[in-house]
Each structure stands twice: as C-alpha cells, then as structure tokens.
C-alpha cells in the first residue's frame, strides 16, 4: 500500500475551474517524481470521458488507461480546497491524485473510498490544520 506523506499533501489550495484544480494535482504527482508531466494531460483527458467527481465533496484526478507508461511510481496527493472547485456543477473540497503502477490504483482507489465514504472525514479532512491530521486519516483506514 502506497502511504500518504507530508510532502504529498498541499493545505488551503484555491483553484478558479476544475481543470486548474487537476492541473495542480497533476502537477505534485509530477513533483514528487510519481508521474512524467504529460500524465497532467492524460488526467484532464480522463475527466472529460467521465468526470472524476466520487461523492462527497471528492474527486480523484487520474490518468487515462493508456497514460500507464507515464507513471514511475505509484503515488497519491492530497489538495485541500476550503472555499471549493465545482467539478460539473459538484462542489469538491478534496482532491486526491492517484498514479498507480502495476494495477496498484485499485488498491488505492479502495483506501480512498474507504476514508471518504464517510461525510464527517472528510468534513474533517476538509478543516484539518496540519498535513500530519490527514495523514493519521489515511492510516486509520489501513487497518480498518
């Protein structure tokens, strides 16, 4: 299971559109060496098909299946949005990029949909003050 770490996580993001809002998701999957830079593309592409929107104040930004040799390593990263991003009329105050090599997304998506399928987590997530309260989140869920 990829963990969540404090470089991956960006507090108190604001983005006018949602593709500012994935091009900046995309952009710490690139920085944290996860991803090559077209992958930034391949996601924008990926919410055009189908939107990335899951519920709950959440979207997960991802590539498209045939971004699969752009990833280097499998990684997550979180942007917290306070004021929101509407993602096809959807307010998203979440934002979770994933790059999953060798068919790790599954496992990733899973963890995720775990966390956020709680309103109040992600309410939580949502005010939290510290990247080290997201992170504990997260690691709750593993064992769960």
């Known amino acids: ?70 990833i280097k390593n499998s990684g997550i990263v979180l942007l917290q949005v306070p004021d929101g991003v509407l993602f096809d009329g959807n307010e998203v105050k979440v934002l979770i990029g994933i790059a999953g090599a060798d068919g790790e997304h599954m496992d990733l998506l899973s963890s995720i949909a775990i966390v956020c399928s709680e309103e109040e987590n992600v309410a939580q997530i949502v005010a939290a003050e510290s990247k080290q309260e997201i992170i504990a989140f997260f690691e709750g869920s593993e064992s769960a």
């Open 1 to 70: 299971m990829v963990a969540l770490e404090n470089k991956d996580i960006a507090l108190k993001q604001a983005f006018s559109t949602k593709e500012e809002a994935i091009t900046a998701a995309g952009q710490l999957l690139v920085e944290q060496g996860y991803v090559d830079a077209p992958y930034i593309e391949k996601m924008k592409e990926r919410d055009a098909m189908t939107s990335t929107f899951i519920g709950n104040m959440v979207a997960i930004p991802h590539g498209t299946d045939d971004s699969r040799d752009m």
